[in-house]
């Protein structure tokens, strides 16, 4: 029996059923396509300044050294700026006593608390010692034979600036006056102080010199020792060998509040030297500052000087709001649009001196503002208004452009 042949509309039946399968195959893989396909992160947006540096204005500073018409200049203990009025080398007079002690510290370390190697008083140090006097150098003559510590002779060549036992320490740390100079002279290169040039130990030489900025420099590294910051904040000592008590020759310990040395000096040619510092708290931040004036015409000038440019410095910190609570910084947007407001979670201050810089920079996607300054490094947390939350199906099978041709 021959086999039927299928009528017209039957046939179209089955062509209508496939088609529809194919339409619902081609349905089903779009929407699965639509469902499963990844979306693009959300786009940060900052309208915050990132990075973003804060700073302390320099010129005040600046015009606080301008204002004099002798060799001055100012730093911080902690920092590297230095300001200055005048970049020439002038006599340092005692103040060389604190390269002596500090490139012998170099050489030949004396630990805190310790008194260090004996040192016996001798022929040669009487000599240099009659020496001294006979040109009114401050020395304490004590008998040839005397034992003399380390830490004694360090006392007295830095507090009432005895230039006798300044010279025998170097001698006996270098050997003579010319194995000292060749310490010095490296040292002084290492250290980038360009314009020092020491012939002897005690500041007796008027061919000692350096410029009033890096006086503030070798201030700064005699107050990293911790022996020579405790000695030269020393207002005074008792001695044996019947030198009995001596006192600090700088004018300012004792008289201005929070006064830590650190070394005067005079000669004729040199005038009346003095390099000082204080510390105090600014905006609850414990700062130590530091003037040094050349070539002033009286004690009492460098001491004016000196303390109203002290009182100057202390005048530069600020405190600033380096991050606000609820600060706007900016906004996440998603694909379909879902926004997200960016806010700093918590206020922030910093006090800075001129011559330091806080770095803020905003990392949003990882909700975090980082703070990186004198005081290290700081992070904050930033607050996100709300979640970003999956695109609806709905959305997906309505927005294919975005999602397969972005």
């Not at 004729?268 to 003095?274: C, F, K, Q, R």
């Not at 709001?321 to 879902?338: F, W, Y």
Request: aromatic fraction near 4%; glycine fraction near 8%; hydrophobic fraction near 45%.
């Amino acid at each position: 029996m021959p086999t039927p042949h299928p009528t017209r509309a039957t046939r179209m039946r089955r062509v209508s059923l496939t088609l529809l399968g194919i339409v619902v195959a081609l349905c089903g893989g779009y929407v699965a396509a639509c469902a499963l396909v990844p979306v693009p992160p959300p786009t940060v947006q900052l309208e915050a300044e990132s990075p973003r540096v804060f700073s302390v204005d320099e010129s005040q500073v600046q015009d606080a050294v301008d204002g004099y018409g002798r060799p001055s200049a100012v730093g911080w203990l902690d920092g590297e700026e230095v300001w200055t009025n005048d970049d020439e080398a002038h006599p340092l007079a005692s103040i060389t006593k604190l390269v002596t002690v500090l490139v012998g510290q170099e050489a030949e370390p004396l630990a805190p608390g310790a008194d260090g190697p004996t040192h016996t008083w001798s022929a040669a140090d009487t000599e240099i010692q009659a020496a001294l006097q006979e040109i009114d150098g401050i020395a304490f003559p004590i008998p040839e034979g005397t034992e003399v510590t380390r830490k004694q002779m360090l006392t007295l060549a830095l507090v009432p600036s005895a230039n006798d036992f300044a010279t025998a320490y170097a001698h006996s740390v270098f050997g003579d006056n010319a194995g000292f100079v060749a310490a010095v002279t490296d040292w002084a290169e290492r250290q980038g102080l360009d314009s020092l040039v020491v012939r002897e130990p005690s500041g007796m030489d008027d061919g000692n010199v350096a410029s009033a900025a890096d006086v503030v420099r070798i201030a700064r590294l005699a107050l990293a020792d911790p022996v020579l910051a405790e000695i030269v904040s020393t207002e005074r000592v008792t001695m044996p060998w019947g030198i009995g008590e001596v006192e600090n020759t700088n004018p300012l310990l004792g008289a201005m509040t929070g006064t830590v040395g650190v070394k005067t000096g005079h000669t004729d040619v040199a005038g009346y030297n003095l390099a000082a510092a204080a510390t105090g708290s600014f905006a609850d931040r414990e700062l130590t500052r530091i003037a040094v004036v050349l070539g002033r015409d009286s004690q009492e000038g460098r001491a004016r000087d000196a303390r109203a440019l002290l009182n100057r410095l202390g005048d530069a910190p600020e405190r600033l709001a380096v991050a606000s609570a609820g600060e706007h910084l900016g906004q996440i947007t998603s694909i379909d649009g879902q926004l997200i407001e960016l806010s700093a979670d918590e206020t922030v201050d910093a006090v800075l001196v001129p011559g330091e810089e806080l770095i803020r920079t905003i990392d949003a996607a990882a909700a975090d503002i980082t703070l990186t300054g004198p005081a290290g490094e700081q992070s904050v947390a930033v607050h996100r208004d709300g979640s970003i939350e999956d695109p609806t199906l709905l959305w997906r099978l309505t927005h294919p452009r975005q999602l397969f041709f972005r």
